[in-house]
């Protein structure tokens, strides 16, 4: 049965130390009690209160860290099926293989390029999350410590041979990498391993029956697990719905673990699309051979979208940007506090290579056309905030261009604000560039 927050509250210090970052200890057992946080979160808690509530308090999926405070990857402690219940916590993470057939020469090189790839997108950095280098050939411990000291990111260590794991594991003694993989031929000797370096361990099975049998064999060494599954298309999905919903639903701690899906496909397009399936339902890690940008980008950007908080309008503040070093004779354009919005239009700004201002318009995270529709811009909201920003302090003429899906607020901007010629702009974001080219005979 869950325990209530009272319950819990019971047997918490109730001193308010916020030592667990959250503000009292009242508000800290209804986390727990929501399964939100962990009672062993809280560094006070007595060892009667642990003894009495660890396991009832849980939260339904562990949470998992890779590395150590300066590489980190955290992963798990999801609490809901799906995203509109609440919100998906951490962001899946991408990890690219570094093969053990390449030379150590190669292998640096292709991991120079793995910590290249960041992607901005809506103002914030993209990057791979995880480097999974495979030791089974060659110097395991060599090959390990190469990765760890030119890798910016985690590492998950992949072989299956005790013998070569223990020796990379012992080589990066206190990154905490993940290992990768035991499976019934050699899960004793890999609980070894990660209890004896306190890291994670990825444990498989060949069916979902012989992977809660696994895990709870490993249980009784080592807490820190993480459910590994192949990526094979649509079986996959149904084995990692499977596993979440026992977790989520049914309390079924065999299960309790975040995942990781090792994607292999034959062509380099099926493994962007399959990897990003499995990102949204519900690998906590993805693993993939392709490194080009073309490969990692559509990845990170279903991961982001799926990840972001529906709940909590994804926003820019609303105030005058200047892109690039606009003079006073440069345009100045306006549109809404929606990220996705901003962006696009100051991308396309940007890549017009015309320096500009742009007005930003709270809209309470609105599109434009969605913003109009729903009542949260007007004309006279328009003016207000452009008088507010003082864009009409920042240049000589008194030209404003608006949005191409608002052409009904050029009458009203001309007859109430000093911007007394408002061109019309265009209605996507693309087409800025030829725009603005034509400035400033528009």
């Known amino acids: ?28 057992a209804m986390q727990v009690a929501a399964k939100q946080r962990a009672l062993t979160d809280c560094p006070h808690v007595s060892e009667e209160g642990k003894s009495a509530l660890s396991e009832a308090s849980a939260p339904p999926q562990r949470l998992i860290k890779i590395g150590n405070d300066g590489k980190l990857f955290e992963f798990g402690q999801e609490t809901v099926m799906f995203r509109h219940e609440e919100k998906f916590h951490r962001p899946a993470g991408v990890a690219v293989r570094v093969p053990a ?27 791979v999350a995880l480097c ?25 260590l992949v072989g299956s041979k005790p013998e070569a794991m223990k020796a990379a594991v012992g080589a990066v003694q206190g990154q905490r990498p993940l290992i990768y993989k035991a499976d019934a031929s050699n899960l004793e000797a890999f609980v070894e391993i990660a ?35 192949k990526g094979e298309g649509g079986e996959t999905v149904r084995q990692l719905t499977i596993a979440r ?31 990003s399936i499995f990102a949204a339902k519900y690998a906590g890690i993805v693993m993939v051979s392709g490194v080009e ?9 279903t991961v982001q979208d799926v990840f972001t908080d529906p709940q909590v309008p994804n926003t820019v503040e609303a105030r005058l940007y200047e892109l690039g070093s606009p003079g006073d004779n440069a345009p100045v354009l306006f549109t809404t506090n929606f990220s996705l919005t901003y962006f ?39 003016v207000k905030t452009i008088q507010a920003q003082k864009a009409a302090d920042k240049v000589k003429h008194r030209k404003l261009i608006i949005p191409g899906l608002l052409p009904i607020f050029r009458a009203e901007i001309e007859d109430t604000s000093e911007w007394k010629e408002v061109v019309i702009g265009p209605e996507n974001a693309r087409e800025i560039p030829a725009f603005l080219q034509k400035w400033p005979n528009l």
Do not use: H
């Not at 411990?141 to 990765?147: E, F, G, M, N, T």
């Open 1 to 28: 049965m869950a325990l209530t927050g009272m319950q819990i509250y019971k047997s918490l210090p109730k001193t308010n130390c916020k030592d667990c970052g959250v503000p009292t200890c009242m508000a800290f």
């Open 101 to 127: 057939s390449l030379s150590d020469a190669d292998a640096g090189k292709l991991i120079d390029e793995i910590n290249k790839r960041v992607f901005t997108r809506v103002g914030k950095d993209l990057k």
């Open 132 to 156: 999974a280098v495979e030791i089974e050939t060659g110097d395991p411990a060599a090959r390990a410590k190469l990765a760890a000291d030119k890798s910016q990111a985690p590492l998950i």
């Open 195 to 229: 209890a004896g370096a306190k890291a994670p361990l990825a444990v498989a099975g060949a069916s979902l029956e012989e992977l809660a049998d696994l895990t709870s064999k490993a249980k009784e060494k080592t807490e820190d697990l993480v459910l590994a599954f």
């Open 245 to 275: 919903r026992a977790a989520l639903r049914k309390q079924f701690r065999p299960f309790g673990y975040p995942c990781i899906v090792e994607v292999e496909a034959e062509q380099a397009e099926l493994e962007t699309v399959m990897a």
């Open 293 to 301: 940008p073309w490969e990692l980008l559509p990845i990170m950007v």
């Open 344 to 382: 696009s239009v100051a991308g396309e700004v940007e890549r017009s290579k015309v320096p500009a201002y742009v007005c930003v318009v709270d809209t309470e995270g609105l599109g434009v056309l969605n913003a109009y529709a729903g009542d949260k811009i007007s004309a006279e909201k328009v």
